[in-house]
Structure formats: structure tokens, C-alpha cells
């Protein structure tokens, strides 16, 4: 096998298998994935079957969702962070799907008819009654691999639920070999081969798309579960990445690991970030810890839906000129991107319009919502949600969520940029619209210490449309799997506590 010898070092144990140890060759990962496919089958999983993997954060989700596409099922992946309601009702939209799960979270859907719902239970260690544990087939026969059609489902995830029910994404073959284009093109300029930190939950497509690439690459990998800053820099100076891709909010959260005298983040060269918009303090902090020489912060726009489709790097030169709201150009190999005025007006940065991506890279369509992806298709080009514009050296610019722009304000997101740049003590600042339209910024502080006032002032006044800032503990802040601030049920919150006050 290419590359059987490349080591992949977790941070954590396999639940489904604790034998394995946290250091495995890319040899074992292929004879554990073999197993389990044919463990699956025993369990009656077959193919063109969907199998809902939800259970707690670990790297065997993506060996299970492996395992379950050799034996030609469809990997469903919902978030160990969805409620038991949230899947419930992701269930039902799959028709009976089997369910694969852990104790903790059977726990959860104790409440729900799991026979109406499941057409099997499957757990990866004990089983209550009436469910088939993983570990009790231990040594089934092997199953051939089954490879179905580069147009057909080969796996399912779900979009970040930040305004409400998340929608079951339909991802194939085709759509995600085609994402890998532009990645593959970015690898293949780096000098050398280095080792990758992939901190980004398990069970996103974009762990998928990550795997291939260090797989097809042989790039040692080390995979990060626990996200506490003081484990990861003890993890990271262990094995010392010179690459590591995670979410712009862990990136955040590690900030302070950039003045630990151990520099965690010395040997990194490469870092890379999607999901969500990075701001620009984040990423000029991270590049002056690196010690290598000019290292890079890859910033990539994309969603779930289409992959990635514009991007750019930074470096230690450029980071102090930073335009946070600039995500990039396209990609060698990727995606088109076209921005379509809102009003027949001229699209500009004080008339911004919808961002529409184009590619064989875009998500089939939404599990048994075709109505609600259909309305997102316009003449074969795919509307983001987002507005922005494009410079006229042709950046795209992405200021806001349509549904999250707020009138008068401009872009959110690029005050919120500014005030952090501005304040160091803040850790999170998310403006929403008030009970009667205004902006209120919502804040989170180190040590949730309350914002000196005059401090607030002094940062705030290119913007005197802005309400006082409210403050919340971070760890009340609404967030999604991938740590974007659910700013819908940010604003209902703000509603709820003003209204409490009254």
C-alpha cells in the first residue's frame, strides 16, 4: 500500500476500538476500516442503506463513515452537538435509517421512539436491549467493497443549523473528488512534505476532503479532539506540525498559546482555515508566533454546500494591512464566483450583492428537501446566503449573512474585526439587531471581566449607531458544530433578556 508506513498520532482513544492505541500506520487504518465495514454488515447494514453515525466527538467517526461507504451504505454524519429533537427529526426525513450510537447519547434519545425511528440501533461498545453492539462481532467476515456510481449518494452531512432546522446535505463521489482540485494544486507547491494538525469535528465533509489529501500525500497526520489550549500545546510540541487546519474559533480560543514560552506553534509553517470568517488579529498573532521562515495563514471561503471556492494567503508582511473581509480570489482548479446585485443597482462595497458560485463541486442536492436546495440554484449558479462584492483586482469581499445584515450598520462582521483589533481583552464580539432594529453588540472578555466603559467608548466611536454593549459569558454564547455564532438565537436571547429587564 502507498504510504502504509505514515503514522497518524491522536490525541485520544478509538472508542470503537481501544485496542488500537492513539499511534496507528495508515496500513492499520485500512485493516480497522476493512473490519468494521464487515463488523456493519453483520449488523445488517447494506448497501444503499442510510447509516446515521451520532455519538461522541472521536476520529472512529470518520473510520465508521469509511467503513460504512466500502460496504456501499450511505454515512449520515450529524454532530455529536445536535439536540435529541434536532435528530429526531433528521431521522424521519431519512425514512428509518440504521442509527449508530454510543451509550451517552442513547441516553439522549431516551425520550424518542427509536423503533418508529431506526430500522436497527448499532452501538460501538455495550448494547441495551434491543440494539446490536459493534464489539460483539468482532471477527466477521470480510466484504468486498462496493463502488456505486460517481453521481450517486455516497454521503450525507448537514448544514450548521444557525437559522433553524439543519438541512441534510447529499454529497457524491463526483462532487467530492472535484473539491479536492484546488487543495491538491496548494499541496503540490509545498517544498516539503510536512506534518498536518487537523483540528475540525469529525464528522464535517470537510474532515473527508482533509484525510484524502493527507492520505493521498502521505503526510504524517495528528488529529486533535481535546481542544483545551493547554492540551493542544502540549500535543503540539510533542509532535511539532508544520501544517495545521481548524476552525477560525479554536483558532481563536489558542490565541493565548502565542506568549507561552514552550511556542507551541514554533514549527508550523502553514496555517490554514474555512467555515467561518477569521479575524485579522487572530491571524497576525498566530504568524508572529511561527519561527519558521515566512510562514502562511490560507484563509479558504466556502460552506458546505460547495466546498471551497475562493481564497488567499497571508503573510507576516501583509497581516498588518489585513482587510478581514477580503476572503480571496479563485482557487487553480476551483470553483466560479459571480456576485449578483440585490437591486439593479451596480454591486459595490455600499451596495452589495448575493454571492453565486458555480463547479461540479456543489452538494447534489438537499435529502428530501429538493424544494429548499432548488431555491438556492439560480440558471446552475448556487446563491451562498452571503453579500459582498468583488474589488476591482478582483477579491470577493464577503460582508455579512443576508440574513444576518443589519440596516445602517454596513458590514458586522467588519466592526466586529475592528473592535477586537481595538480591545484586547475581548475573546468574541457579535453584533445583532436589537427589539427595535438596532445594532447591539454582544461581547465576550477573558475571564468574563466586564468592558471598562470608557475603553468601549474610545473603540467604538466610528460607529455611533451602535447600541451599549451587552455582555455574555462565552460559554453561554449559542454556537454551532463548527463554533459559528448562532446569531438568530443570539438575537432571540438579547430579545428575551431585554424583555426580562422591562
Not at 453515525?53 to 467503513?67: C, E, H, M, Q
Given at each position: 500500500m502507498k504510504h502504509g508506513s505514515t503514522l497518524l498520532t491522536l490525541d485520544h482513544d478509538l472508542d470503537v476500538l481501544p485496542e488500537a492505541g492513539r499511534r496507528i500506520t495508515v496500513n492499520e487504518l485500512a485493516h480497522y476500516v476493512t473490519d468494521l465495514a464487515g463488523r456493519l454488515a453483520a449488523a445488517g447494514v447494506a448497501s444503499g442503506?442510510?447509516?446515521?453515525?451520532?455519538?461522541?466527538?472521536?476520529?472512529?467517526?470518520?473510520?465508521?463513515?469509511?467503513?460504512?461507504?466500502?460496504?456501499?451504505?450511505?454515512?449520515?454524519?450529524?454532530?455529536?452537538?445536535?439536540?435529541?429533537?434536532?435528530?429526531?427529526?433528521?431521522?424521519?426525513?431519512?425514512?428509518?435509517?440504521?442509527?449508530?450510537?454510543?451509550t451517552a447519547k442513547l441516553g439522549l434519545l431516551s425520550g424518542?421512539?427509536?423503533?418508529?425511528?431506526?430500522?436497527?440501533?448499532?452501538?460501538?461498545?455495550?448494547?441495551?436491549?434491543?440494539?446490536?453492539?459493534?464489539?460483539?462481532?468482532?471477527?466477521?467476515?470480510?466484504?468486498?467493497?462496493?463502488?456505486?456510481?460517481?453521481?450517486?449518494?455516497?454521503?450525507i452531512t448537514h448544514t450548521s443549523g444557525t437559522t433553524g432546522l439543519p438541512k441534510l446535505v447529499v454529497h457524491t463521489a463526483r462532487t467530492m473528488r472535484t473539491r479536492l482540485r484546488p487543495q491538491l494544486v496548494m499541496l503540490g507547491i509545498m517544498p516539503r512534505r510536512e506534518t498536518a494538525a487537523i483540528s475540525i469535528p469529525f464528522v464535517h465533509s470537510r474532515l473527508f476532503a482533509a484525510m484524502a489529501l493527507v492520505l493521498m500525500k502521505g503526510m504524517p497526520t495528528i488529529l486533535v479532539n481535546n481542544h483545551d489550549p493547554e492540551q493542544v500545546a502540549q500535543f503540539f510540541l510533542k509532535n511539532?506540525?508544520?501544517?495545521?487546519?481548524?476552525?477560525?474559533?479554536?483558532?481563536?480560543?489558542?490565541?493565548?498559546?502565542?506568549?507561552?514560552?514552550?511556542?507551541?506553534?514554533?514549527?508550523?509553517?502553514?496555517?490554514?482555515?474555512?467555515?467561518?470568517?477569521?479575524?485579522?488579529?487572530?491571524?497576525?498573532?498566530?504568524?508572529?508566533?511561527?519561527?519558521?521562515?515566512?510562514?502562511?495563514?490560507?484563509?479558504?471561503?466556502?460552506?458546505?454546500?460547495?466546498?471551497?471556492?475562493?481564497?488567499?494567503?497571508?503573510?507576516?508582511?501583509?497581516?498588518?494591512?489585513?482587510?478581514?473581509?477580503?476572503?480571496?480570489?479563485?482557487?487553480?482548479?476551483?470553483?466560479?464566483?459571480?456576485?449578483?446585485?440585490?437591486?439593479g443597482r451596480q454591486v459595490s462595497e455600499t451596495n452589495p450583492g448575493f454571492i453565486e458560485v458555480r463547479w461540479d463541486g456543489i452538494a447534489k442536492t438537499y435529502h428530501g428537501e429538493q424544494d429548499r436546495y432548488d431555491e438556492n440554484v439560480n440558471g446552475g449558479w448556487w446563491r451562498t446566503g452571503d453579500v459582498g462584492?468583488?474589488?476591482?483586482?478582483?477579491?470577493?469581499?464577503?460582508?455579512?449573512?443576508?440574513?444576518?445584515?443589519?440596516?445602517?450598520?454596513?458590514s458586522s462582521l467588519e466592526i466586529e474585526d475592528a473592535v477586537l483589533d481595538r480591545l484586547d481583552e475581548l475573546v468574541e464580539v457579535a453584533i445583532v439587531q436589537g427589539p427595535a432594529g438596532e445594532p447591539v453588540p454582544i461581547v465576550c472578555t477573558r475571564d468574563d471581566e466586564p468592558v471598562d466603559p470608557d475603553r468601549w467608548r474610545q473603540a467604538t466611536t466610528d460607529w455611533p449607531q451602535l447600541a451599549g454593549p451587552v455582555h455574555l459569558p462565552l460559554a453561554e454564547l449559542p454556537r454551532t458544530a463548527t463554533l459559528k455564532t448562532r446569531r438568530v438565537e443570539l438575537s432571540r436571547i438579547l430579545h428575551h433578556r431585554l424583555q426580562e429587564q422591562s
Open positions: 442503506q442510510h447509516l446515521v453515525v451520532y455519538k461522541r466527538p472521536n476520529f472512529d467517526s470518520w473510520i465508521l463513515g469509511t467503513a460504512a461507504a466500502r460496504l456501499g451504505a450511505i454515512p449520515v454524519m450529524l454532530s455529536p452537538a445536535l439536540d435529541a429533537p434536532t435528530v429526531a427529526a433528521l431521522m424521519r426525513r431519512l425514512g428509518r435509517p440504521h442509527l449508530l450510537t454510543d424518542e421512539d427509536l423503533d418508529e425511528l431506526a430500522q436497527s440501533v448499532i452501538t460501538v461498545a455495550e448494547a441495551p436491549k434491543g440494539a446490536v453492539s459493534l464489539a460483539d462481532l468482532e471477527g466477521s467476515a470480510p466484504v468486498r467493497p462496493v463502488f456505486t456510481g460517481l453521481d450517486e449518494p455516497a454521503m511539532r506540525p508544520g501544517l495545521i487546519e481548524a476552525l477560525p474559533n479554536s483558532f481563536l480560543a489558542w490565541e493565548g498559546l502565542v506568549n507561552d514560552p514552550r511556542r507551541p506553534f514554533a514549527s508550523v509553517k502553514y496555517f490554514s482555515s474555512t467555515f467561518d470568517a477569521i479575524h485579522p488579529r487572530t491571524v497576525r498573532r498566530l504568524l508572529d508566533s511561527s519561527r519558521r521562515r515566512s510562514p502562511q495563514f490560507f484563509q479558504i471561503y466556502g460552506q458546505s454546500e460547495v466546498g471551497p471556492a475562493v481564497g488567499r494567503p497571508y503573510y507576516r508582511r501583509h497581516a498588518r494591512e489585513m482587510d478581514g473581509r477580503c476572503v480571496g480570489f479563485a482557487l487553480p482548479g476551483s470553483a466560479r464566483v459571480r456576485v449578483v446585485s440585490q437591486n462584492y468583488r474589488t476591482k483586482l478582483g477579491c470577493l469581499h464577503m460582508l455579512d449573512r443576508e440574513i444576518d445584515t443589519i440596516p445602517g450598520v454596513g
